[in-house]
DNA sequence: ATAGGAATTGAAAACGGTTGCAAGGGAATG
DNA sequence: CATTCCCTTGCAACCGTTTTCAATTCCTAT
């Protein structure tokens, strides 16, 4: 390893002269000859500072220096299974590397560890923390003391942290308004829901407002969690549509457009029309939905601008660090197509 | 910040007897009451290691530490827009999680910045490198002489590095025997290649290598470059299928599952059916692949394995070292449905 | 009792930088 | 020619650990 020593000895100055070059101090002034010595041998013997001596002299001086590395914190099983997570990450990812951050991913349950734990987040391996899903509780209350966090795509924490997504209590609420508008009556909810009790998942709040809204009977046995999994929620509207046309619904909100095109399956090998027999709405607006026959009619998400919005409020958060929680929302869409 | 000098002036020891007990060396023994009372006083004040001063001290005696981070070297573009990455991320992760690595995510563009080069290639901030795409060659060159490299989902590459993939241009090759054996004689090709040259592509390899054989002529406007983009595929097929039933082909074979979905959209609006007029196969097994109407029958691709072995040739790579440029190859499987 | 060994502890020298302070030298000024 | 000042440079202390080596105490076996 080339160190200063071995540049102040092959140059034949003090190893004071070489670490004012190297860093480039403004503040001190060294021969313009000297310098040009010092950075030739510098790219000659390729020595490369090492960073934990100088970081070592500073940690008393000023705080802890800026790793520019932020963790991304999300249930592995999350990032694996769906596309609309990539566009979020899209836009995060683009906007910290322009301010020169990279992301670290780690998996919510790798957090469990202590050891992880303290080295990533009380150790400030990274500056700042975006949650994608919900942690839980305790590790939150934890966390947010200790390092800023930005949490994405939720927004029912009571927590006061910053969070970014945009309304969807509303967002389904105008789906199912769509529906009904278009002279449905009998409508299906297909959700995802982890390990969230239903009545906290703001689409099912917004589907339930909107029935009571327009004085609809809300049928149980239509209401359906399928865990994010398309498996299940081909199964479970193959279930609910073999019923008898009296009893089966005839459009279906689904709280997801990959939950929808499984749905849609079913119905599709139940020999019923799509959109006469049986209607489908999704949200997020899949780039598949609409190559898929027929089209499906959705919710269009921004998801890379919620990722650019997040990571945007979490760099303000770690350079300017103002501490407030700010609850952004960001618009949705309505895209009428083919399956309802 | 809290130092070891105060833990040890708080119990009235040396320094050096605090470092040994939170170190917890087991070739040195330390009466176990001082034990009790350091660590008790450790967890009063709250010392947190510093980390710099720590490594400083090893820098010398051993190779600098391992970071236990690895890097993903990815395009954006690719990352976002394809789930089929997912699914390798999702092994990849899982597996360097078990082992204590976390994944640091760098864009293949950040690094042409030489800052972040310098910093985490030539640095060590990570112990070794994924490389999903392609990266220049130039580039390459200097990374693999300077720490870990293992590849994933390619293998084209000239360079003495490992990769781990699948047998790209074989599962091509059955893909197309697959048409010719259901009777297809006109047979399309809509392949990615985002900045390859598509005679660097397996897959179209496969694909002429299978059409010498079985001695079919290669119709050149049946030959499309989507760059991995929907859209195109949609727009090329609707090209090509437009023409009268003599001048189109009567199959095609995607690189791609994604790309199979929408140019199968094409072909429904043009009235054409499927499989009868014209046969779709595809490169994947998306989940998606299942639940279209009418499912596609494609190849299905061992994703998820493939980076549970990317990650653990690297990590071996890392830790012990040997430098040798392993080829792995995974085994693939048709999948026939109703598309063919 | 006593030598020899094991257990326990501490002093001090690194590790590779940064930086306050002071000194040397030359040019400018009186 | 003496004085002052600025430019340039180096000395040495320090950052928080780890680790070598030696010192001290305490047993145990003779």
Redo the contacts with the bound molecule.
Sequence with gaps: ?????EI?EHV??????V??V??N?PS????????KKIWKAVKELG????E???Q??????QEKKHTKRIAWLASSRLAETNPYFSKIYSGINETLNDAGYTLLLISNEDLEDDVLFHQIIREKEVDGVLLIDEVDDEKLTEIKDLIPVVGVDFNYSDHAISTVDYDREEAAYQAVEHLITRGHEKIGFIGGGIGIEMTKEKRFKGFKKAMNDFELAIEKHWIINSNWCMEQSYLAAKKILSETKNNRPTAIFCAGDLLAIAAMRAAHELGLNIPSDIAFIGIDNNEMAQYIVPALTTISVPQYEMGVIAAKTLMSQIEDNPNMALKTLLPFELLVRQST
């Design positions: 390893m080339v160190r200063l020593k102040a034949g100055v003090s190893i004071t002269t670490s004012r190297i860093k101090d001190r002034n060294v021969n313009p000859d000297t310098k020595y490369i500072p090492n934990y001596a100088r070592l002299v500073l940690s008393s001086a």
